[in-house]
């Protein structure tokens, strides 16, 4: 009897201090890293393709993005029948907006064009931190919208700041705030990830949705094949 | 046994979870809203503090006295809060100027006025102001200085003058060693002295000059100076202080503050407040002192304006920044003003930075916001893009939209709209009146009336059509004592007679005729302490009565919204009186509080609307060195009470409001942000939704939108829009997996607000949201899977499907009321009528949420817009002609779809075959002769010049676009225009299905047999598969 309420006792008290332990940077974007499926399984991925649909005012838009490691991207957006494609080879990358009437390719601005690189690491950014030039803090647990959060936040060495709202218990990565200079401009961006599902053992957030008060912004994954054949042509200067 | 076992850990598991499932409501339950903070800073609130980064002065951080700290990289032209989530009352930064992404913030501000805030301690970001952790000095309540060791930065001093209602050891200048994480005390004097001011040796580090101040507010008085004061020097790193006397300063002294030459470090100067206060000069490290000037911006209020800057390249320049900003250039001897021929620069100036490589370039901090000047200070362009002003009072009026009405410190009188034409703007703000302003109080049967007022209770009438004002104070009859009006006093109307008026002095005033004739209607309410009313000799060293202490007075007067009779009164000295017969006879019931220390002032009575007997009441003993929240809670008109605290509740309180639809929905505002209660006082949550933790002066509901009005005092207006779903909060709701909120009816409007330009520059308040909201809470964040808004008619039919938010706690997504965009032809550019969907008739809609474990179904109630002249046979046919240029636009894009079908098919195979062939050359033909189809119906240059090429498709969307933005009946010509699209798309179809079965059908066997791309007319169902 009195070691059964004990060991309750120290359940309980377990519990709390699990959620008070102090935990190190550096440990959790390991474990998060795990969580995800790992760092030698993410290092084996080279390459993915991912179709997606983005519901944003009212319009569904079917949306097909090829990404090769460490800087090669294609994203193709229809809309009205026509492609909006943008290309990152590299430090090139160039846009195709047919909407005006344009149906040349034009070069991107650099910081635009560093911007969309940055999505081709395909591991994350916290992955080999150190090797890349990043350095990240543990700025403390927080409560994110009433889910339990660690905040990890990684300089880029050109000074971009990333915070990544870290779930206590899955070790998921569930949100994402950035500070960039983007064509001269600081801007912010939030970004929540859900729906995680397992592709190939790695898992995706098949859910990403940005967007503020009411206002909410969906990209659905609906295939995502990883280290799929993709011909080089996807990645040179649109025609 | 086991069992037993069991059962007694399932009750204490239940236990567990009962006592968790208790604080289901929380800060974080409602994140997912916005309030909207609409300004004005058309007038700003009082800048303590402003530093700017050396290496690059465009990067500029900015503190406001009760603000918070605001950020620009820009050089002022577009500012960002970065300390939202921390105490808004700035008294210090310092930017470590070799590592500019060091920034220290010390919280409590340093102007020891009566309406002062407290601060919580220093922070610190090592990342630009992006993050910042607290690191200590928790107790300080006030920091003055921070300075920074140049040649390591892990070492601070902090002048703490600390405490300033109350006896405290949380004071005197500290210095750090390890970059904040421990404090030592090296200068002190008594519990009634702190530091003012500090000075360092930027050539020699360890000397270092500070000033401690002996200083005492009460309620009723102030007093700065005593033994403490006095000015000392360390050449040790403060290890040990000499005190400077020799030649300087004779007799007792009261704040000094302090500034040092950067080019001859050696030249210090010197306000002394003292019986004469002066400005000295010493020119060998304070070893020997000259009196100079005395002029009356220099000597100007001690307290309040402690500030001297020596320009960074001349040793004799000076700006001594208080009422205006004076400038020396003969080293303090003589003084001069600036013109101001460029503009008006509001008095009273607390903060100054001059750009070290620029020194034409500088930036002042004032009661009414911040400044730029390019010519050394002496034109000066307002930035009024920093919504940073002090309310002390808000109230409504029934316009629509709806404005505001409030009073702020230092800063007048002013009304402004809830909404207005591209956002609240600096221009919507009218001001009403001058001075310092508090009550404000619209005259709701004749909107020209405003009644306002200034400090110590002069109050008038202001028409705001003839622009007269006429004063309205109450004066005290022959024999009667002298009438004692508060800073801020009670000016308000009754709830249940717009007409009836209220005023305090320590009577309460009623007047039925505008404030023509005041009745008195209370005996003296107050204690009337004689002790507490020596106001003439307050103020210490240099006297100080401006009202501001005025005290044994009348602070706030209520009438019950449902008895009029029924009449509470408040005062500053601790009594809660109340009337129920109309003032005839008054009872003090405050001794019958339990636990409630004396003589603290009630700062807010609040009468319930739902039930007579029923009074809140919140207490302020701050003045007495009690900073705790005081909330209580009578059902029989006072005679028990019950304290209501628990939670986040903190901070000493404002203004406690109930709702008048749901009386357990409580808010209580503090000095240290907005507090909400969903079950009637047991549990409060802090609202942190867009509400930084700012003063909350007041707080009010608008009857007719459900709005939640705040009042605070430091940020401005800040509206919570509409109360109808956290009316219908309570514990159940949290506990189901998913649970519908209600809220207010939308309005379907097409233009629900008219034209305009924007404004150039300057802060721009959001309006509301007027999209139908959809309300939801959810018990978990969903993981997993989606969660879909899918909106249908009442016959089932789909409308429009959205993306729904996953968060724990109440989740909103609004809905523009619109339904998908018409599918529109193939065209060289995009077709806007392709990117909006017309708005839906007014009317009930189905709602379901679906989360990947249930659907839930609500209706939605749209409303028609009111009071546009639209008879509903007018709104009837636009909706029909809307659906018929939607199905229009529909149809259209379907004959292209088919004419792109084929040519894609021909494109396709045309390219794998040998040119010369028969079936080649026949493909060939086809394909021009469906290009030229294709080509009647948009238009098909690609090019980004703006050709004017109109076809079909660009005619009919000029035309959707004009019909879907109006609400009322479409004019003829929209009409014959339409009867006219519909013969040329009928001309074009009819083109089409004669080339496909006179010609194509029999070409595509041929070409289908060659195993080429299948050439196939497509259909409806290829249509809406593909697209």
Redesign the interface.
């Known amino acids: ?1 009195k070691k ?1 309420f004990f060991t ?1 006792a120290l359940l ?1 008290s377990g519990l709390c201090s699990s959620t008070l332990s102090a935990q190190s940077a550096e440990e959790i974007v390991q474990k998060h890293i795990e969580a995800k499926g790992g760092a030698e399984a993410w290092k084996k991925v080279k390459a993915t393709h991912m179709k997606m649909t983005a ?1 944003m ?3 569904e838009l079917p949306i097909s993005i090829w990404i090769e490691a460490p800087d090669k991207m294609r994203n193709v957006v229809s ?4 492609e909006i494609i943008t290309v990152v080879n590299g430090n090139e990358g160039w846009m195709v907006n ?6 040349k390719a034009e070069p991107m601005p650099e910081s635009a064009l560093k911007d969309i690189k940055d999505q081709a690491d395909l591991a994350g950014p916290l992955m080999d931190y150190k090797a890349k030039g990043h350095s990240i803090e543990y ?1 403390g647990a927080d ?5 339990e959060v660690y905040k990890i ?1 990684l ?1 880029e060495k050109e000074g971009d ?1 990333t915070t990544f709202f870290i779930d206590k218990d ?1 070790y ?1 990565l ?1 949100k994402m705030t950035s ?1 960039k200079m983007v064509n001269g401009q ?1 801007t912010e961006n939030s970004i ?1 990830f ?3 599902r397992k592709v190939d053992g790695l898992s995706f957030a098949f ?1 990403t ?1 940005s967007g ?7 990209s ?1 994954i609906t295939e995502l094949k990883v280290n799929p054949s993709i011909d080089s042509k996807l990645f040179s200067k649109p025609e | 046994m086991n069992v037993k076992l069991l059962s007694i850990l399932g009750i204490a598991g239940m236990g567990c979870i009962l006592s968790l499932n208790a604080q289901s409501f929380k800060s974080s339950s409602f994140s997912s809203i916005n309030a909207r903070q609409i300004g004005p800073a058309v007038m700003s609130g009082r800048i303590t503090a402003i530093e700017g980064t050396e290496e690059d002065p465009n990067v500029l951080y900015v503190g406001a006295a009760a603000g918070g700290i605001w950020k620009s990289i820009t050089g002022g032209t577009l500012f960002k809060p970065v300390f939202d989530k921390h105490n808004q009352s700035i008294g210090a930064l310092a930017i470590d100027q070799k590592r500019p992404d060091t920034i220290w913030a010390g919280t409590g501000e340093s102007n020891m006025r009566n309406s002062v805030s407290v601060g919580d301690g220093i922070y610190r970001s090592t990342d630009a102001g992006e993050n910042w952790v607290k690191c200590g000095l928790e107790k300080s309540e006030h920091i003055s200085k921070i300075l920074i060791h140049p040649n390591d930065p892990s070492i601070l001093y902090v002048a703490v003058p600390g405490a300033l209602w109350s006896d405290s050891e949380d004071r005197g200048l500290y210095q750090s060693t390890d970059f904040g994480k421990s404090w030592n005390k090296i200068l002190y004097g008594n519990p009634r002295t702190g530091c003012a001011d500090v000075l360092m040796d930027p050539r020699n580090p360890d000397v270092l000059y500070a000033s401690l101040w002996e200083f005492r507010r009460t309620p009723w008085s102030f007093s700065s100076g005593g033994e403490g004061s006095g000015l000392f020097k360390s050449t040790d790193g403060g290890k040990n202080w000499q005190k400077i006397q020799k030649g300087f300063l004779p007799g007792t002294l009261g704040r000094i503050c302090l500034a040092l030459a950067p080019t001859e470090p050696d030249h210090i100067y010197a306000i002394a407040e003292g019986k004469e206060t002066y400005l000295y000069s010493s020119t060998n490290g304070g070893a020997e002192w000259v009196k100079e000037s005395a002029s009356p911006n220099v000597t100007a209020r001690p307290f309040y304006f402690s500030l001297l800057v020596v320009d960074p390249t001349d040793a004799k320049r000076i700006y001594r920044p208080a009422f205006s900003l004076s400038i020396s250039d003969d080293g303090g001897k003589s003084f001069y003003d600036a013109s101001m021929q460029g503009g008006w620069v509001h008095p009273d100036h607390h903060a100054l930075w001059i750009n070290p490589k620029n020194n034409q370039h500088m930036y002042l901090g004032t009661d009414g916001g911040a400044y730029v000047s390019f010519d050394r200070g002496i034109n000066w362009l307002f930035l009024n893009n920093l919504p940073l002003s002090q309310f002390y009072h808000a109230t409504y009026d029934l316009q629509k939209p709806y404005h505001i009405y409030g009073g702020l410190q230092d800063n007048g009188s002013w009304s402004g709209p809830s909404e207005s034409d591209g956002g609240i703007e600096n221009k919507d703000w009218a001001n009403l009146y001058g001075g310092d302003g508090f009550w404000v109080q619209p005259d709701l049967k004749n909107p020209e009336i405003v009644y306002c007022e200034y400090q110590g209770g002069h109050m008038v009438k202001v028409n705001t059509r003839t622009k007269e004002v006429q004063d309205l104070q109450p004066q005290a009859g022959p024999g009667e004592p002298k009438l004692r009006f508060n800073w801020n006093t009670p000016l308000l109307t009754s709830p249940t007679r717009p007409e009836v008026l209220y005023c305090g002095a320590q009577y309460v005033y009623r007047s039925t005729n505008q404030g023509s004739v005041w009745e008195k209607i209370s005996p003296d309410l107050t204690t009337n302490d004689p002790e507490k009313q020596k106001q003439e000799e307050s103020g210490g060293l240099s006297v100080d009565n401006s009202s501001a202490e005025n005290h044994c007075t009348v602070f706030t007067i209520a009438e019950s919204p449902l008895d009029k009779d029924l009449i509470w009164a408040g005062t500053d000295d601790g009594n809660l009186q109340i009337t129920t017969n109309g003032g005839k006879s008054w009872t003090n019931v405050s001794p019958k509080i339990p636990g409630l220390p004396p003589a603290y002032c009630v700062s807010s009575v609040e009468p319930s609307p739902h039930k007579r007997e029923r009074i809140y009441v919140t207490f302020d003993g701050h003045g007495l060195g009690d900073i705790q929240a005081w909330v209580f809670q009578s059902e029989d008109l006072g005679n028990t009470w019950t304290r209501l605290s628990g939670g986040d509740l903190k901070g000493f309180a404002h203004k406690v409001k109930e709702d008048p639809i749901n009386a357990k929905l409580l808010f209580v505002g503090t000095e240290f942000g907005l507090y909400m209660s969903i079950d009637g006082g047991k549990n409060w949550a802090m609202h942190k939704a867009n509400v930084p933790p700012v003063p909350v002066r007041d707080i009010a509901i608008h009857p007719v939108t459900h709005d939640l009005i705040l009042a605070t005092h430091g940020r401005g207006i800040i509206i919570h829009d509409d109360l109808t779903p956290f009316r219908a909060l309570n514990e159940t709701v949290f506990q189901a997996p998913v649970a519908f909120l209600p809220s207010r009816e939308a309005v379907v409007d097409p233009s629900p607000l008219g034209g305009g330009f924007p404004a150039a520059g300057g802060f721009v308040g959001a309006n509301p949201d007027n999209s139908a909201q959809i309300w939801y809470v959810l018990k978990d964040r969903i993981q997993t899977g989606v969660v879909i808004i899918e909106i249908s008619d009442l016959n089932g039919n789909f409308i429009q499907s959205i993306p729904g938010t996953k968060r724990k706690g109440i989740n909103m997504i609004s809905w523009n009321m619109r339904r998908k965009a018409p599918r529109v032809a193939y065209g060289a550019k995009a077709d806007v009528s392709g990117i909006f969907g017309p708005l839906v008739a007014p009317g009930t809609y189905k709602v379901k949420l679906i989360t990947p474990t249930s659907v839930l179904e609500k209706d939605l109630v749209l409303k028609a817009p009111e009071g546009k002249g639209h008879s509903a046979e007018d709104l009837k046919a636009q909706q029909d002609m809307v659906q018929r240029i939607y199905d229009f636009q529909e149809s259209l894009a379907f004959l292209s779809f088919q004419i792109k079908g084929l040519q894609d098919s021909l494109k396709r195979g045309l390219s794998t075959m040998k040119a010369g062939s028969g079936l080649h050359t026949k493909g060939l033909a086809y394909q021009s002769k469906l290009q030229e189809l294709h080509n009647l119906l948009s238009a098909g240059k690609e090019t980004t010049a703006i050709t004017g090429e109109e076809k079909i498709r660009e005619k009919a969307s000029a035309l959707y676009l004009g019909i879907t933005g109006y609400a009322g009946r479409p004019t003829q010509s929209q009409c014959s225009k339409m009867e006219a699209l519909d013969k040329e798309k009928a001309e074009a179809q009819a083109k089409f299905e004669t080339l496909w079965e006179k010609e194509l059908k029999t070409f595509s066997n041929q070409w289908n047999k060659a195993k080429l791309p299948e050439l196939k007319k497509r259909d409806k169902g290829d249509f809406d598969r593909k697209s």
């Not at chain 1, 809309?79 to 026509?82: A, W």
């Not at chain 1, 047919?98 to 149906?103: D, F, W």
Request: aromatic share 8%.
């Open positions: 009897m059964i309750f309980l519901s005012m009212n319009m809309f009205q029948g026509k047919p909407m005006m009437g344009n149906t700025l409560d994110m919208d009433g889910t936040k300089t700041m899955s998921m569930l500070k600081e929540e859900s729906d995680y859910s949705t503020m008060a009411g206002q909410n912004f969906e659905k």
